[in-house]
């Protein structure tokens, strides 16, 4: 069973901090995705990365795929408490049809 | 586009009570998810239609879960009877060839 390890678990940062998070596993993947659920909501697509080693930014987040196409990590500048939610990282494996969803970091950002 | 809309939003039965969760995908998404979202277990897949045919149900729980797709433009995930586990939010997400997936806003299901 292919897992996606999700770390911090939880994360309450002030507004105006940096923080990383990270999605791992042991599997390979064709292509990864992070998504942003708020509550009360579903998740919202962010970014797909396929080439190992790229890195992909949307404003304050910056998101980088392995280079052996196992993990991912999620970088956010100055955060704002808009960018509070829970962040999902997906992964697709080659020959497959589903992505695999991670447990998941609940990130909480104080004014 | 109006997104992925799910009905209900909210449904709260007794134990034993069937359950049906409905679900438009975006119209020209080709393959369509049921997701269960729980705070234990997080987002598990429990079935995967494409162009309406089933392709992967080995996430259903079990056989008091059944799911249909009779069109492109509607999806019902059915659950009888329904029992306190069952407790969660459902989600239904279409794609088109997985360049993302677009979720609704989902179905907050408790069963009492």
């Known amino acids: 069973t292919q897992l996606l390890e999700q770390s911090p678990q939880f994360l309450s940062i002030q507004e105006g901090e940096n923080l990383t998070v990270y999605c791992n596993s042991s599997s390979v993947f064709s292509s990864l995705q992070w998504y942003r659920q708020e509550p009360g909501e579903g998740p919202v697509l962010l970014v797909t990365v396929v080439t190992g080693g790229e890195v992909k930014k949307l404003k304050r987040l910056t998101f980088q795929f392995g280079d052996a196409r196992k993990d991912s990590s999620l970088h956010i500048t100055a955060a704002q408490t808009g960018d509070t939610g829970l962040y999902l990282c997906?992964?697709?494996?080659?020959?497959?049809?589903?992505?695999?969803f991670g447990t998941g970091t609940r990130l909480k950002v104080l004014a | 586009d109006a997104g992925v809309i799910q009905s209900p939003r909210h449904e709260v039965t007794e134990m034993g009570q069937e359950v049906t969760l409905r679900c438009k995908p975006i119209?020209?998404?080709?393959?369509l998810f049921w997701y269960r979202q729980t705070m234990m277990r997080g987002l598990e897949l429990l079935i995967y239609?494409?162009?309406?045919?089933?392709?992967?149900d080995s996430g259903m729980p079990e056989d008091r879960f059944s799911a249909k797709m009779p069109n492109a433009s509607f999806s019902t995930l059915k659950i009888q009877p329904s029992e306190p586990r069952d407790s969660a939010v459902y989600f239904c997400?279409?794609?088109?060839?997985?360049?993302?997936?677009?979720f609704g806003s989902g179905t907050r299901l408790t069963v009492v």
């Open positions: 119209s020209g998404h080709n393959s």
């Open positions: 997400a279409s794609s088109r060839s997985n360049y993302g997936y677009t």
């Open positions: 997906a992964g697709l494996s080659s020959g497959t049809y589903k992505y695999i």
């Open positions: 239609f494409n162009n309406n045919v089933p392709i992967d």
